[in-house]
């Protein structure tokens, strides 16, 4: 199972790493793929999450969701 999120305001590799770090520290995340230049997240999953619980993890990291596919 995987969650594909567009991640705004991250500019450089300090960004992508607090996204990681704060995505990678939820529950049942397995796996987190940034691509920087567009902000494309993915979040690979080993159980089924609340796309909420994802949210709030970028939101406290200091970033911003702008779309979930």
């Known amino acids: 199972m995987e969650t594909v999120m567009y991640v705004e305001g991250m500019t450089c590799k300090h960004c992508k790493m607090r996204v990681e770090k704060g995505l990678g520290g939820v529950s049942g995340v397995k796996t987190v793929t940034i691509d920087l230049t567009t902000g494309k997240t993915v979040v690979e999953l080993k159980k089924t999450l609340d796309t909420q619980v994802l949210i709030d993890a970028v939101k406290e ?3 911003r ?4 596919e």
């Open 65 to 68: 969701v702008s779309k979930v």
């Open 61 to 63: 990291a200091g970033y």
